[in-house]
């Protein structure tokens, strides 16, 4: 597609279930973001990628998420045991590059986010 | 530890005025400042950059923001708003030491009457 893909767009579970939410970004776009915007407030940055290593996960705020992008391009968010203050819009963008020089020129394009709620 | 400040939680304006959306930033180092704009049901989308050069930049739909160094400010303008205008606008900071990690603000709640 011509854009970031999300999915799934809303994602309703029980308190301590297992959730995955995926994202497809825009085609060559070697790096990917992962943010949360939880209501009233700005996205909070999660982790990147450049590639497919984690170039930058020191948002992940515990051991419950995990995320991979394993060929490079598609990635997911992975949320165990999920709790209540998770529940958010988890927002993915991607960007030609992301690392410093000409190429990047900074712009990130992001994902209309999955919205997650945790009974 | 760099950071973005958006004081005003919503500004009005009516059709035909001018907008500003103000913003402050602590970043060491130059900073390089984003403004992004969020549509209801709709994806963030970028406005305009400050990477380096002149201190007014231009972006997309009629907005430009001044980068102030003294005041550490990133103010988003529009000469005559419009009610298309109206959505959640967001100032992000990028530090030089961790190109993936945009410091977003809270956002400002443009909301432009007819």
């Known amino acids: 597609g011509a854009g970031v893909s999300q999915t799934p767009s809303n994602k309703v579970t029980e308190k301590g279930k297992y959730v995955e939410l995926r994202c497809d970004p825009i085609s060559g776009h070697t790096a990917l973001y992962w943010y949360r915007q939880s209501l009233g407030q700005g996205p909070e940055f999660l982790i990147y990628?450049?590639?497919?290593?984690?170039?930058?996960d020191s948002g992940l705020p515990n051991d419950r998420f995990f995320a991979v992008r394993p060929e490079g391009s598609v990635s997911t968010l992975k949320i165990q045991r999920t709790e209540r203050g998770d529940s958010a819009v988890y927002l993915c963008?991607?960007?030609?590059?992301?690392?410093?020089?000409?190429?990047?020129?900074?712009?990130?394009?992001f994902g209309e986010g999955s919205r997650l709620t945790v009974l | 530890a760099q950071s973005v400040a958006q004081p005003e939680d919503q500004v009005n304006v009516a059709e035909g005025n001018p907008l500003t959306v103000k913003c402050t930033y602590s970043?060491?180092?130059?900073?390089?400042l984003f403004w992004y704009v969020q549509y209801p049901n709709r994806g963030l989308q970028f406005l305009l950059k400050?990477?380096?050069?002149?201190?007014l930049v231009k972006g997309s739909y009629g907005f430009e923001a001044e980068f102030n160094k003294s005041q550490t400010s990133f103010h988003l303008k529009k000469p005559s708003a419009l009610v298309s205008d109206s959505a959640l606008y967001f100032c992000?900071?990028?530090?030089?030491?961790?190109?993936?990690?945009?410091?977003f603000g809270a956002g400002t709640q443009v909301v432009v009457t007819p």
């Open positions: 992000a900071v990028r530090p030089t030491d961790s190109w993936g990690k945009l410091q």
């Open positions: 963008a991607s960007s030609l590059t992301g690392t410093s020089g000409r190429a990047n020129t900074g712009e990130l394009f």
């Open positions: 990628f450049q590639g497919t290593g984690a170039a930058d």
């Open positions: 970043v060491s180092g130059n900073p390089y």
């Open positions: 400050y990477i380096t050069g002149d201190n």
